[in-house]
């Protein structure tokens, strides 16, 4: 179906309207979007008569919009130009009259959520370069999910009867699935509703289970904040724990950990592509160190899962986090590896689902979408890969290059292929990023999480800057739907930025 | 999570900059927490013979209300004479930026504590006398800024 003439000139002359201060001609608009006035003039009369255009009479007079443009959709404007419809008539009966029902709800949905104010600020210039917080859905994934919050599909998946049962097959495939990806047996894989869940779920889970081993559990000084909680949280509980240490450009002190590991230490938790300043730590030898002391190692994979490749069969891991809304799924779905065997007390107590781990109603459509996510950026791994690290290296030479003070954190070549994080001197992370804000780009200090507290960020002190290197940094982190043309356009404006905020400054060069 | 009115004053800030030959200054804060401010006061004498602020200039390392509060406590300050500059309370300049985030109000203490630094510096510079409220607000500030600075 295509939108009429008549709705595409509509929605074209009301969105020129919201630009003008005051009222305007026929004349006005007609001669600025190029429509012939007589037949705009029919368009602003249908508009008229459905309440969403007004005339005033006078000098300045004209027609205006009648309503706030955040209160008029597109729904109401198309309508009033047109009756688009899918819907069979009234009296037809056929097999296929609840499809056209749905497409009709569903266009009519899209239509009646936007709103002229929306559609006008969604041409304004907004470059997002916050991936590392949360990603967007794919529509592919979106596509793939919709179908799931249908009727059939709507079976608990511990219920004995059909529909249950198909839920909890689809459930089934998508465990499959994510064991072929990380080469595990489908057993061992749990779902979870993020990864601050199956974080906190080993941390605790382990810490209980093992507790007549040893009390000690062994992390690093870079970890996410759900993991240092729940760390912190332990030790209220009798734990104790240790904080390894990195060094400059955030890699593990692995002689450290060694000398560490006592005979009660029952797990490790390491992060495996840091969150805020992107090193990719070896858990290949991470996970060797602790299997050769019989101690459970667990990697918080929240940020590398499918960015890097990770191969459990290879690997000496136990427990491993993966979250979804990362990699261009939905918020809300996070799994959780356990390795067979592993001895863990689950956080949720109920219906025992998720083999007795996680007791909860499973989140189909989130965990489909998971799914779907993960098997596009496996298969896209290559080409992503090549993209995303050469506009990387590209925007972190330029950086350096045309801003000075300014220097790189993190790990040079073992580093997630998205993340980019830089300390300017003299200058403040928040300001900042208001100000580049202001020119439409997103970005973040440190991570999201910590935005309303006003401590340093805890990993780049770890690295070893001073608390005011660490004040003045920002993390870029690109994604899929990032463009050359976005990171130069980031490129042209933070030099200026820099600039504006050490002219205030009172500390000078 | 910012007013408008903060958001304004962050983006194009009052008075800012250095001055060339101030009568007083006033720098408060520290490196290691994020935010340091610096006030610049032009004193003179006004047709009554008090001391008054004839020009204000600040200078400043932080966040967002950092940079606001300076700038709305230069707009606060500037042609009032010091005793009436020293009654500017941290709450008037919340009040002029119709409120600021919780975790942000101590960037309105500074401010007000870079203005009665400068005002301290002045009446020790030209041997008045120093209230002893005045006296206690510098105290506080010493006290802060040598335990930031170790």
């Known amino acids: ?509 | 999570m910012y007013t408008q009115k903060v958001l304004e004053h962050f983006r194009t800030p009052h008075n800012f900059g250095s001055m060339k030959n101030p009568t007083a200054v006033g720098q408060v804060g520290n490196l290691a927490c994020g935010d340091v401010m610096k006030l610049y006061l032009k004193i003179a004498k006004n047709k009554t013979g008090q001391d008054f602020i004839e020009d204000v200039k600040f200078e400043t390392l932080g966040c967002a209300a950092a940079i606001a509060t300076s700038s709305v406590i230069t707009d606060l300050a500037k042609g009032k004479t010091l005793t009436e500059a020293l009654k500017i309370k941290n709450e008037d300049i919340i009040k002029a930026l119709d409120d600021l985030p919780a975790v942000k109000i101590h960037c309105s203490l500074l401010a007000a504590d870079a203005l009665a630094e400068a005002i301290y510096g002045y009446y020790q510079k030209t041997h008045q006398s120093i209230s002893s409220e005045l006296e206690k607000v510098h105290q506080r500030i010493t006290v802060c800024q040598t335990r930031l600075n170790h």
């Open chain 1, 1 to 509: 179906m295509n939108l009429s003439t008549k709705s595409r000139y509509g929605l074209r002359a009301l969105t020129n309207l919201l630009d003008q201060d005051c009222c305007c001609s026929v004349k006005q608009i007609s001669k600025k979007e190029h429509i012939s006035s007589d037949y705009l003039e029919k368009i602003f009369a249908k508009l008229k008569k459905a309440g969403l255009l007004k005339v005033e009479r006078g000098a300045c007079g004209g027609y205006s919009l009648s309503r706030d443009p955040k209160k008029i959709t597109l729904g109401e404007v198309i309508n009033a130009l047109e009756k688009p419809e899918f819907i069979c008539p009234d009296f037809c009966d056929c097999q296929s009259k609840s499809v056209w029902q749905k497409i009709q709800s569903g266009f009519s949905h899209v239509l009646n959520s936007i709103t002229l104010d929306q559609l006008k600020t969604s041409n304004n210039k907004s470059v997002y370069l916050d991936y590392a917080a949360s990603t967007p859905v794919d529509p592919e994934v979106l596509n793939t999910m919709l179908p799931y919050f249908d009727f059939s599909f709507c079976g608990n998946t511990m219920s004995l009867h059909q529909m249950g049962s198909v839920a909890s097959q689809v459930v089934e495939s998508c465990r499959v699935s994510f064991a072929n990806i990380l080469k595990v047996k489908p057993q061992e894989i749990i779902f979870t509703g993020s990864a601050t869940e199956s974080n906190n779920t080993v941390l605790k889970g382990i810490a209980f289970a093992n507790k007549s081993k040893g009390k000690h559990i062994i992390i690093s000084s870079i970890e996410h904040d759900c993991v240092l909680s729940s760390a912190k949280w332990l030790t209220t509980q009798g734990f104790e724990i240790s904080q390894i240490s990195v060094d400059k450009f955030g890699l593990l002190n692995l002689d450290e950990l060694k000398k560490t590991i006592r005979p009660d230490t029952i797990l490790v938790s390491i992060i495996h592509g840091n969150n805020e300043i992107g090193t990719i730590q070896d858990i290949q030898r991470i996970g060797q160190i602790c299997h050769d002391r019989g101690v459970y190692f667990h990697t918080d994979a929240s940020q590398s899962f499918t960015k890097t490749p990770i191969d459990l069969s290879k690997l000496n891991v136990d427990l491993l986090t993966a979250s979804s809304h990362k990699i261009y799924g939905p918020k809300g779905a996070a799994l959780l590896y356990i390795k067979a065997g592993t001895k863990i007390t689950p956080l949720l107590h109920g219906g025992g689902h998720e083999f007795g781990f996680r007791s909860s109603t499973v989140n189909l459509p989130a965990i489909i979408g998971f799914t779907k996510a993960a098997e596009i950026s496996v298969k896209n791994f290559d080409q992503e890969n090549k993209k995303l690290s050469e506009l990387r290296d590209y925007l972190i030479k330029n950086i350096l290059k045309t801003i000075s003070e300014s220097r790189l954190n993190g790990h040079p070549q073992k580093r997630l292929y998205n993340n980019i994080n830089i300390s300017f001197d003299r200058v403040e992370g928040e300001s900042l990023l208001l100000e580049l804000d202001f020119y439409g780009i997103a970005v973040s200090t440190g991570s999201a999480c910590s935005s309303s507290s006003l401590e340093p960020s805890h990993v780049l002190l770890a690295t070893g800057l001073r608390p005011e290197q660490a004040h003045g940094s920002l993390r870029f982190s690109l994604g899929r739907f990032t463009t050359k043309s976005e990171v130069d356009y980031l490129l042209k404006v933070l030099p200026q930025v820099i600039n504006k905020f050490r002219q205030i400054s009172p500390f000078k060069s």
